[in-house]
């Protein structure tokens, strides 16, 4: 899996690598049951910290996207990804409010907000994120 990391970027290392892997995982790139490296190979391929690949890794396990098992290492999860539950609805609603706030007051409008996302979404699919 290509991971490409940018380290001019206000963005923390570790929500980078999660952001990426879990796209990978969105996109059909990663799929249930595939291994990830382990934490001291990532962290050497990539040039980073092993704690923060480690961080990242126990992020993911905690939302449900991976699961590391004794003798398998890290596998993304065999059922599939996390389903929505009534805390991820409210973790979404407070990372899209503060993006939803300022694209207001810089006057994008509804339907270019929209369209946007939908475009991601589109992208997504495209790549062989949903079956749909």
């Known amino acids: 899996m ?30 249930p049951g595939d ?4 934490v001291r190979q990532f962290a050497e391929d990539l040039g980073i910290n092993m704690h923060t690949v480690n961080k990242t890794y126990n992020l993911l396990k905690q939302d449900g996207f991976i699961l590391v098992h004794r003798q398998k290492g890290v596998v993304v999860n065999p059922n599939g990804s996390p389903a929505v539950t009534d ?39 495209n790549a062989g994120g949903d079956e749909s």
């Open 87 to 125: 805390d991820y609805l409210s973790h979404l609603d407070d990372g899209l409010r503060p993006m939803i706030i300022e694209a207001f007051c810089r006057g994008i409008k509804e339907e270019a907000f929209n369209k946007l996302c939908s475009e991601i979404f589109l992208t997504l699919k």
């Open 35 to 38: 291994s990830l490296p382990s």
């Open 2 to 31: 290509l991971i490409g990391l940018d380290f001019q970027s206000d963005i923390p290392i570790y929500l980078q690598l999660k952001t990426q892997i879990i796209e990978g995982i969105a996109t059909g790139r990663l799929k």
